[in-house]
């Protein structure tokens, strides 16, 4: 581990001078990271192709969010006002004791070690929006190659290197670790004492088991992991008699997108039993029978889909609706799937809650309202959960709809779960084991969040103050002064 | 166990309702119980008096500060902007496909278990600040009552009872254990499945111990333990010279506060070996053994006082500055004392590192300030740090000063550490070990968030869309709106 000690060693140095960056420096510096990845050009869609086989069409999209995450951070670094700026001035007067100056703002934590997940090479991954939002936070980054694409990661490492050199970012701000397979260098930085917080995207298994190796430390550290989610879809019969058709449509879409590896997939759809229901089922079967196969990401994944698959559709009760009827072209594709389930099984058999990861999901039919809200309740914290309902459903259902926000943290209406808008007011997180900090979101500006804490300032002087907090608001951003928002 | 978990179930029921609690009803439930609370009126410190051996003075102003807290969450709930309300309105003709209507703000994460601190009977306890941010979030409270102040705090408990029948809270949304002096009615409150976070306040070892078993849970919950700190204050060499006199009179009284029983209590005090120095221990120790011995808040405290101060001042090399001359009264009261040692063997030594709790303060004396940095470098994190300097001295040594920030919650200019604003600005928390989650404060309107959780609202009916995230904003909050700040 004398190369570990040796990257940790140099993000420390580095921390001591990329923490006092300027906003304006930091924002420099994400937005070359986009040039160099830019400038790459076709060679890194080909390498990630073949390491992924994800189609060029979608990989060339997911470039563009992962440049579009890196200049979104670096607008919020010239903004500013993320910092959370809070002033309270001085009372000299105040009895029975004066009321000294204190200033507050968002400070970055140290080096952050990020785990890429593989199915996303670009966007979760070495310059994905763990990355950028650590490094914007003024956090160093030092990432664990994800095995599955490693080159394309290595590629996206040197553009990293080249942007922090051209900008002039202090040596060790960002470091690439080419770990292969194994979990030893993984372990290991999660276990530096120079690491302060985790970022991982992927499995319930790999990022448990980083959450657990980090509470063995002497020091408790942030870990947020991203982890699975089964992401609920609630069908309402009054939307089925309008438009079953439509929603099995919208739903055979969501449920074999990218190969159904999406954290995002829909994987448990519920149904109350009646002849819509079944007019649901039968769209959805036909369609999913008209859905090609194709590739997964790897043999891994490919195997493991096939093996949770497996037990879902062999548990008793467990009714396979359909398979997609166009023959497979190669070993590792994903044959789309639909199994179904009633509502009474489904409570007894805590196997078919489980996530099964690709093209795949499970309709259970209950007998009424009450027998759904019972199975909701034995459901655990999602990334998302989607009503497909009448605005009237909506309105009407109550205690239906409060159980859905009380379990994810985004609640759709009448859309599909996949597809995560990358904006302020996107929540990617969600109670566990959605992921492991529901107080925090990992796509969006506010995921920055995560690597910063706040500090304070007493009685110091204006003119010593950082720029957010000095008297004459010199970066004109939003700040709270005396309990009122002002710029 | 069964009455916890009938308590437990409860406080689950109560939050199906409280937490669709609109601010202001919540706001009315916080001025009832600050009501109630200052309708017990003289009981409630005649109790507290004789179960913490607090002077009354103290306890009456602890007694406002908890009011004012209680009035301060009220107005924060009031006013409304605290739930982070961001939108990002549709845009159906974006390419390649339509971007979606997205809205988030902050939810409740669900019951609080909150476990009091034996040094703020009141502030810090039943009715102080963990229960008081939690119910404004809207997450129901258990507290379990600590056994130094065991009547005070069932008395609070009774006083929160009758604001929440009075104000139609559900019932559950508070509930008081009283444990006893063992550990096995908290640690079951903190294993508790319906448990879904931590408020805990007091010593390294209790802070730690909580945290600890919590990571043996299923699933993770935030636990928020504001522990121990030894508080550094660093003496710059110019200070000194133009005014160690008054420096060491500030530093006396800061020490020896409350008999020295706050978590901001000057533990370690350093300087640069030179005759202003010896000037400032000269008025230091004069000081000191001027201020009167007080007594302590229970025997267990004055022990352990008395244990951690005698290892202190039995390590090789350390000197007794100073103790009180004035005689003690009671058995367990605090002797103001006040020791010294070299940096070479404060170095050598971890065990003058860890917090005395009570009226003590070694003084730490550098060779330079390169040694000054390097003892600096030794510690861990802190609540606090101060710089007792002039401005040329805060201006020229940006490392010194950029140590200090990066090692502490709150840094502090010519200015002491005890006394904490209760404000926005008031940063109440710190790198490890000063509490186990530094991203968080457990003082003022922003100690909130550590019990919410963001939830977005993807495709909602404007109708159906709490009145934090409507349209038109009903509730008149400030909101992040396609990236801009309006209100």
Same mark, same amino acid.
């Given at each position: 581990?004398?190369?570990?000690?040796?990257? !940790?060693?140099?993000? &420390?140095? &580095?921390?001591?001078?990329?923490?006092?960056?300027?906003?304006?420096?930091?924002?420099?510096?994400?937005?070359?990271?986009?040039?160099?990845?830019?400038?790459?050009?076709?060679?890194?869609?080909?390498?990630?192709?073949?390491? =992924?086989?994800?189609?060029?069409?979608?990989?060339?999209?997911?470039?563009?969010?992962?440049?579009?995450?890196?200049?979104?951070?670096?607008? %919020?670094?010239?903004?500013?006002? @993320?910092?959370?700026?809070?002033?309270?001035?001085?009372?000299?007067?105040?009895?029975?004791?004066?009321?000294?100056?204190?200033?507050?703002?968002?400070?970055?934590?140290? =080096?952050?070690?990020?785990?890429?997940?593989?199915?996303?090479?670009?966007?979760?991954?070495?310059?994905?929006?763990?990355?950028?939002?650590?490094?914007?936070?003024?956090?160093?980054?030092?990432?664990?190659?994800? *095995?599955?694409?490693?080159?394309?990661?290595?590629?996206?490492?040197?553009?990293?290197?080249?942007?922090?050199?051209?900008?002039?970012? *202090?040596?060790?701000?960002?470091?690439?670790?080419?770990?292969?397979?194994?979990?030893?260098?993984?372990?290991?930085?999660?276990?530096?004492?120079?690491?302060?917080?985790?970022?991982?995207?992927?499995?319930?298994?790999?990022?448990?088991?980083?959450?657990?190796?980090?509470?063995?430390?002497?020091? *408790?550290?942030?870990?947020?992991?991203?982890?699975?989610?089964?992401?609920?879809v609630i069908l309402m019969p009054?939307?089925?008699?309008?438009?079953?058709?439509?929603?099995? !449509?919208?739903?055979?879409?969501?449920?074999?997108?990218?190969?159904?590896?999406?954290?995002?997939?829909?994987?448990?759809?519920?149904?109350?039993?009646?002849?819509?229901?079944?007019?649901?089922?039968?769209?959805?079967?036909?369609?999913?029978?008209?859905?090609?196969p194709s590739t997964m990401l790897?043999?891994?994944?490919?195997?493991?889909?096939?093996?949770?698959?497996?037990?879902?559709?062999?548990?008793?009760?467990?009714?396979?609706?359909?398979?997609?009827?166009?023959?497979?072209t190669a070993q590792t594709q994903?044959?789309?799937?639909?199994?179904?389930?009633?509502?009474?099984?489904?409570?007894?058999?805590?196997?078919?809650?489980?996530?099964?990861?690709?093209?795949?999901?499970?309709?259970?039919?209950?007998?009424?309202?009450?027998?759904?809200?019972?199975?909701?309740?034995? %459901?655990?914290?999602?990334?998302?959960?989607?009503?497909?309902?009448?605005?009237?459903?909506?309105?009407?259902?109550?205690?239906?709809?409060?159980?859905?926000?009380?379990?994810?943290?985004?609640?759709?209406?009448?859309?599909?779960?996949?597809?995560?808008?990358?904006?302020?007011?996107?929540?990617?997180?969600? *109670?566990?084991?959605?992921?492991?900090?529901?107080?925090?979101?990992?796509?969006?500006?506010?995921?920055?969040?995560? @690597?910063?804490?706040?500090?304070?300032?007493?009685?110091?002087?204006?003119?010593?103050?950082?720029?957010?907090?000095?008297?004459?608001?010199?970066?004109?951003? @939003?700040?709270?002064?005396?309990?009122?928002?002002?710029?």
């Amino acid at each position: 581990m004398q190369d570990l000690n040796a990257v !940790m060693f140099q993000a &420390a140095q &580095a921390f001591k001078k990329y923490r006092n960056f300027s906003g304006k420096q930091k924002a420099i510096f994400l937005r070359a990271i986009a040039e160099e990845i830019e400038v790459i050009g076709r060679e890194l869609i080909d390498i990630a192709m073949q390491e =992924t086989n994800l189609p060029e069409g979608r990989l060339i999209g997911e470039r563009g969010r992962t440049i579009f995450q890196l200049k979104m951070f670096a607008d %919020l670094l010239d903004e500013g006002s @993320w910092v959370e700026a809070r002033i309270d001035s001085a009372n000299l007067s105040r009895q029975p004791i004066p009321k000294v100056d204190i200033r507050k703002m968002l400070v970055p934590m140290g =080096t952050v070690a990020v785990f890429g997940a593989s199915n996303f090479p670009f966007a979760y991954s070495t310059a994905g929006g763990d990355t950028a939002s650590a490094l914007a936070a003024g956090c160093p980054v030092v990432v664990k190659g994800h *095995p599955a694409h490693a080159r394309t990661s290595a590629m996206v490492a040197e553009a990293i290197f080249r942007a922090a050199e051209r900008t002039g970012m *202090p040596q060790g701000v960002f470091a690439h670790l080419d770990g292969g397979e194994g979990f030893e260098i993984g372990n290991a930085l999660v276990m530096h004492p120079e690491t302060e917080g985790v970022g991982f995207t992927g499995s319930f298994g790999g990022g448990k088991a980083l959450y657990d190796l980090a509470n063995k430390r002497v020091d *408790p550290i942030p870990v947020f992991s991203e982890m699975g989610s089964v992401n609920p879809v609630i069908l309402m019969p009054e939307k089925l008699k309008q438009e079953a058709e439509n929603v099995a !449509m919208i739903c055979a879409n969501s449920i074999t997108l990218g190969v159904g590896q999406f954290c995002t997939n829909p994987g448990l759809i519920f149904g109350i039993e009646n002849q819509d229901l079944e007019r649901f089922l039968r769209v959805l079967s036909a369609e999913i029978e008209k859905i090609s196969p194709s590739t997964m990401l790897n043999e891994g994944i490919f195997k493991n889909y096939e093996d949770k698959k497996t037990i879902a559709l062999s548990q008793e009760g467990v009714k396979t609706e359909s398979v997609s009827k166009i023959e497979k072209t190669a070993q590792t594709q994903g044959m789309p799937t639909i199994a179904s389930v009633s509502a009474d099984i489904f409570l007894k058999n805590p196997k078919l809650h489980q996530e099964v990861f690709g093209p795949y999901s499970l309709v259970i039919k209950c007998k009424d309202e009450a027998q759904l809200l019972e199975a909701l309740s034995h %459901l655990e914290g999602q990334l998302t959960a989607t009503l497909m309902a009448t605005e009237n459903e909506l309105q009407a259902n109550e205690e239906l709809v409060d159980t859905l926000k009380n379990l994810s943290g985004r609640l759709n209406f009448n859309n599909v779960p996949t597809g995560v808008e990358v904006c302020f007011a996107m929540q990617h997180g969600g *109670p566990f084991p959605a992921c492991t900090d529901a107080r925090f979101t990992s796509v969006g500006p506010d995921s920055i969040k995560r @690597w910063v804490r706040p500090a304070s300032y007493q009685s110091f002087p204006d003119t010593l103050l950082p720029d957010e907090l000095k008297h004459n608001n010199p970066l004109n951003i @939003w700040r709270m002064v005396d309990n009122a928002f002002v710029k």
